[in-house]
């Protein structure tokens, strides 16, 4: 009797511990498929903040340019018409980064889907930076596209400069417009002041921008490396 007993807890042990083996082998194989999932996504995460990073600072070095040029002429110097239009293809270019895919990217990190068994307040903090400020960004890029199209194109139009600006890339030219009448003009140094002032604000967007994104690819990295 008592050998049977023996024997019968004996196969419940093996059982017991059978079973709490597989559970521990199915709890560390899941968690090493959610590691190797979390890496892969972090990796994809990674590349997109990098290009979005890069595409901020080019879009930061045509802000600069944009800012010295204008400052050129309202400091008055003398400026050839094509020096001119150089300067204004700039202020007609729609230069401005488009961040919508690189917050949406963001979201990702601290959303509802695969990724909300990650935290990290570093990430956290830096995502609602950029979040306030992507607001600020567009809110901004809109007040100086219609300084653009309200104020600076009625001029460069009054004064026969627009059709030179759209033919400006063409092969010999003749350049018809009134330049002096322009460069005359207070209303025109006016509005390129204030378009001054609200580049100089994007520079500092943009430059908080690129800091906040480094910080969060700076997480990345020690994760990845975990």
Known sequence: MRQQLGKY??????????????????EWRESRNENSQRKILFESIKTELQQ??????KSDTINTAHIANIKRVLKGENLEPGEILEDF???TT????NLTGALNTL??????NST?????????????NINSIAEDHSH????????????IYPLLSRYSILDDLVLFKADSISLNGNYSGLLADKNFYDHLKVICIKLTSLSIIYETL???????????EKELHQ
Do not use: P
């Open 116 to 128: 909300s068994f990650y935290h990290n307040a570093v990430i956290t903090q830096n995502i609602s």
């Open 210 to 220: 690129i800091r906040d994104l480094d910080r969060i690819l700076i997480e990345i």
């Open 107 to 112: 979201q990702s990190l601290t959303g509802q």
């Open 140 to 151: 901004l890029v809109l007040e100086l596209k219609n300084i653009s199209s309200e104020k």
């Open 9 to 26: 807890l004996f196969e419940i042990v093996v059982i017991f511990i059978g079973i709490t083996l597989s559970f521990i082998f199915d």
């Open 89 to 91: 293809e700039l202020l």
């Open 94 to 97: 729609d230069f401005y980064v």
């Open 52 to 57: 979005t990073k890069i595409l901020l600072q």
